[in-house]
């Protein structure tokens, strides 16, 4: 077998076929030559069109002198392709500063969003969203349909109805969450994701709004109307008992009795007074527009008010109440004040037995706070009712408490006080051996 180089070989000397092989050479080239020719002048047009349309953006121009000589294509290129790889750099630049904004905007947000496409594989989820459900397992795979995240059948059927029938849908669910033990409230809204062109649905968006502590407050308000009503209702039937039987006892003429059921009525009548005081006291301090009038107080002199009033009732049971201590004066709201050390001087001399006393001390403390304590020697209070004494309507012994004209509402009112200055209170008590309230208010008010 012949080598291929003596094959080439015996080709070049060949004469003939070499001038054959060098006429072909020229005519192809001047072929192609002529085809190119065309497209060459395209590219150059394009790159012209390119470069117009680019200067123009990049430096407001027309200046076509600067790619009019067709001669210098190469640097004509050299200049096209350099302002469209800095036009994409720009472009580039924004898209990811907007997604930045997106990501950071989203993760801003209170409420936890999860994206899902149409076959239900999560797409995007926020960090709210990740801490409320995704374990860490979980946030390591590739891949995660919407069901191993929540399984709760509510939100499954939410998000299937949105890609069903390709429109939005609001629900609430009660779920569990990775953030504690407790379950929490969510109101959830679910809208179709949609190509911005062809409006076909391509996806589903979740958001997720943790209204945990809206359902509390609703159930606390739901909770003191139905007390409130209660409270109100029982002082009025037994004003009502009371004046049917008076009115039956003036027909038949038997009215011996009449006097003492007139005290009774007379006695609810006053129980009904103080409820609706405190009610209008909480609703007051509730109120947005609730304002304090802040003045400089002098405590001992307040003090010495309060105990002047509660002298008759002390005296009743032969408790004496003496103010001890020193404080300076300070800010408060004076008519605020005097509430607080009325609740706690009258609690302390509703509950405590007879012969017992209180005192009403003043001090500062390390901070420079001011510090008002009610200390009494009664009974005390038992300490798994400490935590819930300052709940409105909340009472140790509820028939005992309200013989004793006790409306449930005295100490929530102290502490809603307390908290409107800035500061608070709190409670010291050991069966057998007495109570102490303990109210703080900060400094430089
Ligand atoms: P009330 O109007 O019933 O007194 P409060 O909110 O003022 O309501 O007090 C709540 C409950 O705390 C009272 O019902 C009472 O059982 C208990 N309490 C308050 N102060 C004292 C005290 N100094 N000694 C013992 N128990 C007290």
Redesign the pocket.
Known sequence: MLDSRYQVRAFIYNENLLNFFLASLILSAITSYRLAKPIHKVILKALRISNKRIFGEIFQTDDEDLLDDESDSISELEIALDKIHTKMKRRKALYLQSQEEAQAFMSAVSEGLVSINVDEKIHYFNSQFAAQFLTGRQLGQESLSLKDAIRDSDVLEGFEKTIREHKGNRFTVKLATLLDNQPRYFSVSVNPIRNEKTKVMYGVVGIFHDITELKKAEQIRIDFVGNASHELRTPLTSIKGYIDTLKEDFKTGQIQQAGKFLDIVSRNIDRLMDLVNDLLSISALESANSELRLEIIHPLQISEHVVAEMAVLAAEKNISIRVIGEAPPFTADAHKLEQILR?LVS??V???PQGRTVQIRWEKDQKNHVVLRVI?D????SGEHLDR?FERF????KGR?RDAG???????IVKHIMQSHGGNVSVKSVEGKG?EFICTFPVGR
């Open positions: 609740n609690n302390a509703k509950y405590i009494d009664g009974q005390g209070i004494l909340y009472r140790i012994d408490t006790g409306t449930g509402l005295g100490l929530a109570s």
